[in-house]
C-alpha cells in the first residue's frame, strides 16, 4: 500500500509564502516524476509544477517565476515553494507521484488527499 501525505497548506495574504510537503511512503520500489496539481472551486484540476527523478522540472505559465518545485529522493518527499501569492492562487493542492511498488512491474499514479491554500487580498 502506498501513501502520499501533503503538508503546509494554510491561509495568507497576498505577497505572501507558504512551502508545501508531500511524504510518500509504503511499498515503494521507485518513483519517477512527482508533482503538484491545484483544484479551484468550479474549475478543473490543473498541473502546477511536476520534477523528474533525474530534477528536470515543468511548471505551468502562472506560476513561474513564483514557485519553485523541488524533491528529496532519500525521503521520497516533494516541495513546493510558494512566493508572492495571488487570490487566483486559491485552491486545494494535490500530490501526484507516478512510482513503482516493485521490480517489473509498471508505474502507476498515486494521490495525496489534497492541502487547502487560501490567498486573501
Known amino acids: 500500500q502506498v501513501q502520499l501525505v501533503e503538508s503546509g497548506g494554510g491561509l495568507v495574504q497576498a505577497g505572501g509564502s507558504l512551502r508545501l510537503s508531500c511524504a510518500a511512503s509504503g511499498s515503494i520500489f521507485s518513483i519517477n516524476a512527482m508533482g503538484w496539481y491545484r483544484q479551484a472551486p468550479g474549475k478543473q484540476r490543473e498541473l502546477v509544477a511536476i520534477i523528474t527523478s533525474g530534477g528536470i522540472t515543468v511548471y505551468a505559465d502562472s506560476v513561474k517565476g513564483r514557485f519553485t518545485i523541488s524533491r528529496d529522493n532519500a525521503k521520497n518527499t516533494v516541495y513546493l515553494q510558494m512566493n508572492n501569492l495571488k487570490p487566483e492562487d486559491t485552491a486545494v493542492y494535490y500530490c501526484?507521484?507516478?512510482?513503482?511498488?516493485?521490480?517489473?512491474?509498471?508505474?502507476?499514479?498515486?494521490w495525496g488527499q489534497g492541502t487547502q491554500v487560501t490567498v486573501s487580498s
Open positions: 501526484k507521484g507516478e512510482l513503482k511498488t516493485g521490480w517489473g512491474i509498471r508505474p502507476n499514479d498515486y
